[in-house]
């Protein structure tokens, strides 16, 4: 940890900030992130990043100090900004375009006591025992991805072919969405999350930092009108499905604002399918690169429940959240100011020496394996239990279909700095 005396801040080199933060990096996450993370985590733990064209922010890389951070909401808040960190330039237009109000109404823009409550309102339907009802429904889901992986004949590609539409069909389920509207839903969300990346933006407005603020309050206003009326219909017809539970929820005996309501069903469409397709598709890559463990894994399935928590650790899909200090204070021998930016490095805690034994080595046995990839504390992901079960049945099914996997050629990553992960994944598999 630094000693520095509290008025010294540390600034990092601008080629390593840049490397953390400009979205560019992501496309080559093991060769420029991680070695410029695994450099903060030696030398400058807790650091400012001053890169141009960015509001200054601070870096946590350590596993320790991001999970004390996020013990601590009310001084590293979450209702003081956006979740993740945008250029002065998106920020700008997205203020101008949101009039200066938060941009959505989601848990991740919330502070308690708002968000405690707001969270408790589908906190017991995400919970292990009612997520475990919907096995059989998803198991169904993950048997009709392998078949289509298997139909390809040998040769696919496993993240646009399959990861993209597996947990997106799974989530969609729980909302009671029919299949026929997912299209629009990946849509909208590659253009609220993607938009960095130039494979990913739209094609019809000009890729300057204003069309893509414009495309991301695009995306949001169609969402708000798709799900607005699926509102309207779980009002008038409820089921037990998560769409109704959140349409008909009460909070302090008065029903949920639609900005509220609509907020929810953006954040779990959104936060419910890029991150898990990234992670089920860093699974197979990883794999395919180790032969010896897809062995291990298909000789004994009580394996596949490490396998995923070692993706999940390996992978780290969501790239950093952000929190605003809400006041005055010293973190590290560093001197914080109200309103300061602050990013958690998920990536790098997850490969912090001090808690992981050979952190770049990916290994399925490993035990404990204290990853958090989901956050922690109160703001911990809400859908991790979902994620959790929705992989571990996709592996369930698909391990003894498949004798063998290998790289059919190289593999590419989205260019983002909050969610990113493979975006084509080539591979060559021989069935079972
Ligand atoms: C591999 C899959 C996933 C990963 C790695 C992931 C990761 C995360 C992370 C890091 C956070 C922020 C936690 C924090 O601030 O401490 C988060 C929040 C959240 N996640 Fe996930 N997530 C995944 C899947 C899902 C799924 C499947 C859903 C919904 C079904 C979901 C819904 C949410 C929501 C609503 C929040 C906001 C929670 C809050 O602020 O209280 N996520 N997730």
């Known amino acids: ?41 030696a030398n400058m733990p807790f650091a400012r990043a001053e890169v141009e064209g960015y509001a200054p922010t601070w870096l946590a890389t350590k596993h320790a100090d991001i999970m004390e951070i996020e013990r601590t909401p009310t001084v590293f808040r979450s209702g003081l900004g956006e979740p993740y960190i945008n250029s002065l330039v998106d920020t700008r237009f997205l203020s101008e375009m949101n009039e200066g109000r938060r941009g959505l109404d989601t848990l991740a823009n919330m502070d308690a006591p708002e968000h405690t409550k707001i ?26 991805s392998v078949e289509k992986l298997l139909s390809y004949g040998g040769e696919v590609d496993f993240f646009k072919d399959i990861a993209l539409y597996y947990p997106l069909r799974v989530i969609m389920s729980l909302f009671g969405v029919p299949p026929e509207d997912e299209p629009t839903m990946l849509k909208l969300t590659q253009d609220m999350f993607g938009n960095s990346d130039p494979d990913l933006q739209r094609k019809d407005v000009p890729a300057t930092p204003e069309a893509a603020a414009r495309a991301w309050r695009a995306a949001i206003l169609e ?29 302090d005996g008065e029903p949920l604002p639609g900005s509220f309501v609509n907020g929810y069903y953006i954040a779990i469409a959104t936060a419910g399918h890029d991150t898990t397709s990234a992670t089920t598709a860093t699974a197979v890559q990883q794999l395919a690169a180790h032969p010896e463990q897809l062995e291990a894994v298909r000789a004994d399935p009580s394996l596949i429940p490490g396998l995923v928590d070692e993706a999940l650790r390996w992978a780290s899909p969501v790239k950093h959240f952000h929190r605003i200090i ?14 300061d930016s602050l990013m958690l490095m998920y990536p790098s805690a997850n490969r912090d020496e001090e808690v992981f034994t050979d952190p770049f080595s990916f290994d399925l046995t490993r035990k404990p394996n204290k990853h958090i990839a989901f956050g922690y504390g109160p703001h911990q992901c809400l859908g991790q239990h979902v994620a959790k079960l929705e992989m571990r049945i996709f592996f369930e099914e698909l391990l003894p279909r498949l ?16 969610l990113s992960g493979p975006k084509t994944l080539p591979i060559r598999f021989k069935a079972a």
């Open 1 to 41: 940890m630094s000693t520095a005396a509290a008025q010294d801040q540390i600034i990092i080199p601008d080629d390593i900030a840049k490397s953390v933060l400009l979205p560019a990096s992501y496309a080559n996450e093991a060769g420029i992130v991680h070695p410029a993370l695994t450099w903060l985590r």
């Open 119 to 144: 969270k408790n309102v589908t906190g017991s339907w995400f919970m292990p025992a009612n997520v475990r009802k919907r096995e059989e429904s998803i198991r169904a889901i993950a048997r009709q």
């Open 223 to 251: 969402f708000h009108e798709y799900f607005d009326k699926l509102a309207d219909d779980r009002r008038a017809n409820p089921t037990d499905d998560l769409a109704s539970i959140i349409a008909n929820a009460q909070v």
């Open 326 to 339: 809400g006041e005055d204070t010293e973190f590290r021998g560093q001197q914080l100011r109200a309103g």
């Open 403 to 418: 004798k063998s996997i290998e790289l059919a050629g190289p593999v590419s990553y989205v260019q983002a700095n909050f």
